[in-house]
């Protein structure tokens, strides 16, 4: 996986694989932020490698548009929306890349440089590089934020991972949440059926829908070959199916982008129509559309702006290929302004995907929509050859697109590689034989054309020629299948010459069209496409006319139906059927002239709720292309463009001919407008004028393409990308759809980087516990078995559980099994993790569930589930034990870590030891501790300590409950805590119980050795407790029995208690514990801090990206990590337990604590004796400067090795040599 | 005197958190992780000084008695916890004290007392009077704060800190006029400069 390891990680911050200059603006005349953050200081983006001219001017116009986002708190947003196109000089060069923006293009953003130049991938085309930030807006949509979301687990998740992880990508689990968030986005929206009323209602909408739901079922598709791949172990394969994931996955979203635009669209006027409606009924003469004027302020600066701007720097060619490139990648309708600029027929095309519905007359617009709504008998016209350039152009764009983003991504195999030539040469081919179709048709624009044509031509056969010579190159020199970076650059600079060469002819194709109306022709599909030399691809170009055909026209069936804005035809909006049904002549321009006075033409409409349609339309339908893009470049926040002066520029650059002078001037002052919007941006002198030469302007468009051959032109570019596919994939389509319309509460899951669920909705937490597509993920069903009464009830969680058994049933396809998963559940629940006491209230309800739903559908499964709740409520225990391993990955493999051979210790005991505690027993004197072999006495204290600690229960350590009410709730913490501070006190006492010096000496020794067995044990309790009782004040303090001690001896307590430090949170001990194999029994306490930090540091709910509050399982899995951790260890030592030796102990042990209840604290009482035994003038007069705390002194022996563990206090280091 | 010092070595100290604990200094980690370093250790500023403290919240063990001795013994300063809402905490720290004094055998040793939970407001079950009355008798300012809230959680920890910086402050001077008495100009250079090149260890 070298190439996507090559990709640094979406989150990293060293992205930046490309060096950038901080170059601060100096043309900012505009200074008047002090913000800190201000979008002045981070523009002009200076481009990589000293293009700044180029921006340097967009920057200048662009200053007031920073200075409303320097209002905006510098808050790092995951996806961008370019708000202005931005085309830098450079794209390529050595090291870095610069990215041209689309209005509207959406962008993944991975890293911000400090000079606002962003590190993000182009959805559009998956193209990595450097875009500049101001040009651009946070986009965060309500509706989006599930997908978007998703898109960036999806993206984080594909990156992480090598394509050998099968545990990921075998359950498909990282598909749910594309899928989910694409419902979301429907539901949302309402508009998640086919039949749902928006849907029905707004053509735009469901093709959109479609198209999004189509590239859904692709990438559903694609993910089942890269199981297969996986499956196979083709390593290449599966990082090649992943990069086209990964594209798809962007694709998805853009159209999800798409589609909300264009409901955003349809909604907007929506508001202030009802009031309008009213309005308009009172007279019937329709009043001015309202506030469009300053709609125009708003929206249409900037667009013209950079029409103006093009036409300034006598680049119109240059845009103009954007503008159309635009046309096929372009997000939303309205999005390119510069296609306006350049071509009649993307305004039409705008308006009529969006219909002239923008407008602020509700009537008008509904009566519009409705006519839309059905399949327009103007819809067949598929062979228009405006229609098939579009199409063509729009396949030639989809393929370079996608050849360019595998180039990004630096992925490309030989194969892959020459396919996507061909695929790109073929459609290429066929765009010229179009262009061509053009130029027959009509010889007077061919000198116009025939220039772009030949460049587009060269740039595609040195695109075909790069492409082979690399192949050829490779085949000599490499071994593997891979093309190397460099060779990325050139394919790169060549395809994006044919993107630019491409864009300009057929920007001046359409321009001619324009001029020369539109015709019908019929396409042979038998030879179809110019040839090029691809006979080096080594590869068959196979089928490139089928590719093109039959799909085609199959889209544009599918596309024309709702195309037609057209007022004056009878349409029947229940029949969607796309099916054309009549042939209108086409070819005769219908010039429609503009009739701004007399608004009003009736159209018959045959809606079956026309009651509030009054139709109103044609005023509107004038200006209905600039209102479209006014009405989807309506956004408040849009900054004001600054006036520029170039209002009287040269127009028309390429306009040799103008067949009628009408025309020509029509042209003209649409020209103007263009400009005339530009400078009414920012000022409103211009405003009137330039809403009458906006409604000119548009007028001149309806005269050249009349309605009629409207509609077909009107098919949106980039469903096109798509409905290549579609015809083949309707099934996949609806699959997907009935995967969509299931009930999901997906959307409500939260996840981590690593894909796992940190938080959810109950329903969304039952529905992962049952998920049908794989077996559920061993950790997070113990952590919910394990945790669930934290965060419901259990009558709560038998509802949900019910509840996903009935709602499943809708889905046909997935019921069988998500049905027996949740039977399933309920099973593992009354067999293993029933607690009677708090489960007991949900009994009633599975006895019901299973008698009434179960048993209709799962009979035997219903009688078990019966059975088990029958036995439970009698049961003392679980039914089916819990083992260890059901908790914790390792705790899997737990059980054999010690090979049952080994051969058991022999209890190191002598004859007179065990006779000594026969006498014991029998009511003889009671022996010392001094008697018994450290070995021995370290082996019983550990097997008793590991019963206990063995017998402790997950449930104890849950939501603090050994602190709360004396430890009640958890008996067995309480019992293993309790042994522990007993055998600590133990320790003291037999210290203190001597007079004499050497005799406590002997006692320390021999409790160092027993501490030194217990290490060797691994029974970091036990010495934990040991060397807690060695080092409290009682007998630290007693400095004449430890002068007796060897320093031997104390040297290895103090590596002793090194090992069991707590300080920064027990680090040594837990990088002991780390990889430590059991048998081992770590110190309880280090758990139980941990535990209640978790619980009380992890608040009990979060609130997802989608502003639900959902419970936060984070919390629950920490919970159960370290529950788990613990239970690692809780396999019992192979040792012999002695049993008289045990009772000693035990009854040391006690007699230790009866004193502990008969008198004050144990501690209190140690520290007299102590005092008693050493009284503390001596200590004080050798420590006159410090007072006796050792911790500070450094001097004690055991002052907590501070001064080796390097936190030395100045206080310490200066007062350790006194 | 910081102030004499031309050169301020980044100063640590250990401090520990007693009583209804569950104080956690930093809740605003969304996720608390005990295992990370942040969990344990926090830096702060005060009068113009970082200080680097390590906190011992001993949460969750309360039940190891035996242990507490060395709990207390590890810790410089300390922030006596009881919750407002609960008496049997407040009457706690008095023990708790006394146990501090005693094994520091300092009566000196920095403390700051906390009434946390402060948002539970109406469940209060200590007097703030009450409790303001008896840190003044114990000589230990007193905060009322919100680990949930965030309130006052940093002013307890500052106040702390400054506490602890004087103290050190003070026993550097003393120091050095001993040293200044006990030693040569020469020896006392020497040792200084030793203790320069610790105090760089330190940093390191």
Redesign the interface.
């Known amino acids: 996986m070298a190439m996507l390891n090559s990709q640094p990680a979406r989150s990293s911050l060293q992205v930046a694989p490309l060096a950038i200059q901080k170059t601060r603006s100096n043309g900012s005349s505009v200074a008047d932020s002090s913000d800190p953050y201000s979008q002045s200081q981070i523009t002009p983006p200076a481009t990589p490698n000293g293009s700044q001219e180029d921006l340097y001017t967009q920057a200048q116009e662009h200053v007031q548009m920073e200075i409303e986002m320097a209002n905006e708190p510098p808050v790092f947003h995951n996806f961008l929306r370019a708000f202005y196109p931005f085309q830098p000089e450079n794209i390529v060069n050595d090291s870095t890349v610069t990215l041209p923006l689309n209005e509207g293009d959406v962008v993944l953003v991975h890293s911000i440089h400090t000079n606002g130049w962003a590190d993000g991938t182009l959805l559009v085309n998956g193209a990595r590089g450097w875009l500049p930030t101001n040009y651009c807006e946070a986009y965060d949509p309500d509706e989006m934020r599930s997908l978007l979301k998703a898109l960036l687990n999806f993206w984080d998740m594909m990156r992480a991972t090598c394509g050998n992880d099968s545990e990921m990508f075998g359950n498909q689990e990282f598909m749910k949440g594309i899928i989910a968030g694409v419902r979301y986005l429907l539901e949302r929206t309402h508009c998640l059926t086919r039949e749902s009323p928006l849907v029905q209602q707004y053509d735009g909408l469901r093709r959109n829908r479609k198209s999004l739901l189509s590239e859904l079922s692709c990438l559903v598709k694609t993910a089942r070959r890269l199981h297969d791949a996986q499956r196979m172990g083709n390593v290449e394969e599966v990082n090649e199916v992943v990069d086209e994931m990964i594209l798809r996955a962007f694709k998805i979203v853009t159209k999800g982008v798409r589609f909300l635009d264009v409901l955003e669209e349809e909604r907007r006027p929506l508001v202030p129509t009802i009031a309008a409606i009213t309005a308009a009924e009172d007279n019937q003469v329709p009043p001015t559309p309202p506030a469009e004027s300053s709609n125009f302020d708003a929206g249409y600066g900037p667009a013209a702006d950079a029409g103006s701007r093009a036409e300034d720097d006598g680049e119109t060619a240059e845009r103009a290929q954007y503008a159309a490139s635009d046309v096929a990648r372009s997000l939303t309708p309205a999005e390119n302004r510069l296609s306006s600029v350049c071509t009649h027929i993307t305004n039409a095309r705008r308006l009529s995907q969006v219909g002239p519905l923008q407008i602020h007359r509700p009537s008008s617009t509904l009566s519009h929509r409705l006519s839309i709504a059905g399949p327009s008998p103007l819809a067949h016209s598929q062979n228009l050859v405006s229609e098939k350039l579009n199409a063509c152009h729009d396949i030639f764009l989809s393929h370079l697109g996608s050849f360019i983003g595998r180039l990004h991504l630096q992925s490309q195999s030989r194969p892959s590689l020459a396919r996507a030539v061909k695929q790109s040469a073929t459609s290429g081919g066929q765009l010229l034989v179009v262009v061509d179709v053009v130029c027959t048709h009509n010889a007077a624009v061919i000198d116009v054309l025939e220039q772009s044509r030949a460049a587009m031509y060269d740039r595609i056969q040195e695109l075909v020629h790069t492409a082979r010579d690399i192949l050829a190159n490779a085949t000599l020199d490499m071994e593997e299948d891979v093309i190397v970076p460099q060779d990325n650059g050139r394919l790169l600079g060549a395809a994006t010459g044919c993107v630019k060469a491409t864009g300009e002819c057929v920007a001046k194709t359409k321009w001619v069209i324009e001029r020369i109306g539109d015709f019908e022709f019929e396409f042979d599909n038998g030879s179809l496409g110019v040839n090029f030399d691809l006979s080096a691809l080594t590869l068959v170009r196979e089928e490139k006319d089928s590719k093109y055909c039959p799909s085609e026209s199959a889209s544009i069936a599918g596309s024309t139906v709702s195309e037609t804005p057209t007022a004056s035809t009878a349409i029947s909006v229940t029949s969607s059927a796309p099916v054309p049904s009549v042939v209108l002549s086409i070819d005769k321009p219908l010039p429609d002239v503009p009739q701004v006075t007399s608004p009003i033409t009736e159209q018959p409409v045959s809606h079956p709720l026309p009651s509030n349609s009054r139709p109103q339309s044609l005023p509107m339908r004038d200006r209905a292309s600039s209102v479209v893009q006014t009405a989807s470049y309506n956004r408040a926040d849009l900054p004001p463009l600054p006036r520029i002066s170039t209002a009287s520029l040269p127009m028309d650059t390429y306009s040799p001919l103008e067949p009628s002078s009408t025309n020509g001037s029509d042209f003209r002052s649409f020209r103007s407008e263009s400009m005339t919007a530009s400078s009414s941006g920012s000022g409103s002198t211009y405003l009137s004028r330039h809403s009458e030469s906006s409604i000119l302007s548009q007028t001149s468009t309806r005269a050249t393409t009349p309605d009629s051959t409207q509609a077909p032109r009107n098919q949106p570019s980039f469903s096109d990308l798509s409905t290549t596919e579609t015809t083949s994939q309707a099934e996949e389509v609806d699959d997907v759809e009935s995967r969509l319309i299931e009930k999901t509460f997906a959307h409500e899951l939260v996840f981590n980087k690593e894909g796992q669920v940190t938080g959810g909705s109950l329903p969304a937490l039952v529905e992962r516990l049952t998920t049908h597509e794989s077996t559920p993920d061993a950790m997070f069903v113990s952590t919910f078995y394990l945790t669930f009464r934290l965060f419901c009830t259990p009558t709560a969680l038998t509802q949900a559980l019910v509840e996903r058994f009935d709602y499943v049933g809708e889905s046909s396809t997935i019921a069988a099994p998500v049905r027996l998963r949740t039977y399933n559940v309920f099973k593992g629940w009354l067999e293993s993790h029933w607690r009677e006491e708090t489960d007991r209230e949900a009994l009633d309800l599975i006895k019901e569930f299973a008698q009434v739903k179960l048993a209709a559908i799962l009979p035997s499964a219903a009688k078990r589930l019966l059975d088990l709740a029958e036995k439970v409520s009698v049961a003392d225990g679980a039914l089916v034990p819990r083992f260890v391993s059901s908790m914790g990955k390792s705790g899997a493999t737990g059980t054999h870590y010690i090979p049952a051979e080994t051969p058991v210790p022999a209890p190191a005991m002598t004859r007179s030891q065990t006779n000594a505690l026969t006498a014991w027993k029998a009511g003889g004197s009671c022996p010392s501790i001094l008697d018994f072999d450290p070995l021995e006495i370290a082996r019983q204290l550990t097997i008793k300590q590991m019963s206990l600690f063995c017998s402790i229960l997950p449930e104890e350590l849950l939501g603090s409950k050994w602190t709360k009410l004396a430890g009640v709730g958890a008996p067995n913490v309480k019992a293993m805590s309790a042994f522990t501070t007993g055998l600590s006190n133990l320790v003291a006492d037999t210290i203190l119980q001597y007079d004499e010096v050497k005799k406590r000496a002997l006692v320390i020794k021999h409790w160092i050795k027993i501490a030194s067995q217990c290490s060797s044990l691994h029974n970091y309790d036990a010495l934990m407790a040991i060397t807690c009782a060695l080092t409290d004040t009682s007998i630290k303090r007693l400095k004449m029995t430890w002068d007796t001690v060897s320093v031997k001896r104390k040297e290895m307590l103090k590596s002793l208690q090194s090992t069991v430090d707590f300080n920064q949170n027990y680090k040594a001990l837990r990088a002991r514990l780390h990889d430590r194999v059991p048998p081992c029994l770590p110190f309880l306490g280090m758990f139980l801090t941990d535990l209640t930090f978790v619980d009380v540091g992890n608040p009990a709910t979060k609130t997802s990206d989608t502003g639900l509050v959902v419970i936060n399982f984070d919390k629950h899995t920490r919970t159960a990590k370290s529950i788990g951790e613990l239970q690692r260890f809780q396999i019992p030592y192979r040792l012999t337990e002695v049993a008289d030796l045990q009772e000693w102990l035990s009854s040391q042990i006690d007699r230790v604590r009866e004193k502990d209840k008969a008198g004050a604290n144990t501690q209190a009482s140690h520290y007299r004796k102590s005092l008693l035994l050493e009284p503390r003038e001596v200590q004080q007069l050798r420590t006159p400067v410090e007072p006796p705390t050792p911790a500070v002194t450094g001097s004690g022996m055991f002052a907590w090795m501070r001064s080796n563990s390097g936190t030395t206090t100045a206080t310490q280091s200066l007062s350790a040599p006194l | 005197m910081p102030s004499r010092f031309t050169y301020q ?1 980044v ?4 401090v520990v958190v007693l009583g209804a604990a ?1 104080f ?1 200094h930093n ?1 605003w ?7 990370i ?1 942040d ?3 926090t830096q702060v500023t005060v009068d113009g000084r970082q200080v680097v403290l ?1 906190i ?16 207390l ?4 300063g300390f922030l006596l916890v009881f919750s407002i809402a609960s008496r049997s905490s407040f009457d706690e720290l008095a023990t708790l004290r006394e ?1 501090i004094l ?5 009566d000196t040793v920095p403390i700051v007392m906390v009434g946390n939970k402060a948002d539970l407001e109406d469940q209060r079950a200590v007097d703030r009077a009450r409790a303001f009355g008896v840190s003044r008798s114990w000589n230990a300012p007193y905060y009322e704060s919100s680990a949930r809230t965030r309130t006052n959680v940093d002013e307890v920890f500052i106040d702390l800190c400054r506490q602890l910086c004087r103290r ?1 402050d003070k ?2 001077e003393q ?1 050095r006029d ?1 040293l200044g008495q006990k030693m040569s100009d020469e020896a006392a250079k020497k ?1 200084r400069r030793r ?1 320069r090149r ?2 760089k ?2 940093i390191l």
Do not use: N, W
């Open positions: 070595p100063r640590e100290y250990h569950q956690v809740e980690i969304e996720s608390y992780d005990p295992t370093e969990s344990y250790r390590e011992l919240d001993t949460a969750g063990t309360d039940q190891f008695v035996a242990m507490r001795d060395l709990f013994k590890s810790g410089q146990e005693r094994i520091k055998d300092d050190e026993l550097e120091a001993e040792r203790r610790k105090e260890c330190v």
